[in-house]
């Protein structure tokens, strides 16, 4: 039987994922800020790594303490790639953390219907306390399927026309997904382009795709192939 609280939050808990890492309080602020920064735009992690042109998940890496320090070339990537002028909405808790790195332990909860990431972190006389929570919703769980595959023959129709149309030059993810917002008529998402792009850059006709990693940057970009 379901508690009250998994009913709020969406259903019974189904995994719980538990991340360990040292970090700094300005380390805390932007793990914060760039979270809090990418659930207000309604992408996943991978999303926000695809539109930063990065070839593997780095963003979620960030979020699991896999990757310890967020520089600012990751920082100003994120910021680019979700289409914000600045990050002058940089959150700074108001703590009594002094210098230094502190153990911190990340515990991402999904329910059902959402994801819950909470952050703990151990102060300098051994208490453990709660840095902040999250909450986003459970990319597994899909209200409107139908709805989903409408949105991804749209952007078939759309990238399928510029393949065999306009497409005389490598492009960058932000840039095709861009494109794809503009003509679509449905709100498209990241995902739906992931998706698309790793069926064109997988067939075995042609034109198809193929995804470049390039050297200055690391960016990918999507180059067409006709043989």
Known sequence: MENQDDILLGGKVIRTGHYTADLSRPDINILYSMMLLRISKGYLSEETSFLMGM??????????LAR???TAGILLGMVAGLGEQSFAGLIIFSSDLKGGYFPCHMVRTKHKKIIEHALYVMDSIGTERL????????PSYIEFPNSEEQ???AVREILDAELNDNWSSPKTPIEIYQHCCLLADQDVMPRHVMKV??????????PKLL???ANEGRKITYEKIEK
């Open 55 to 64: 070839g593997s998940d780095i963003i979620g890496r960030l979020e699991k």
């Open 211 to 213: 995804p470049n990693k």
């Open 131 to 138: 840095a902040f929570k999250l909450f986003e919703q459970n």
């Open 197 to 206: 792009l790793g069926e064109m850059a997988s067939r075995r006709s042609y």
């Open 68 to 70: 310890k320090r967020m």
């Open 151 to 153: 949105k991804l023959e």
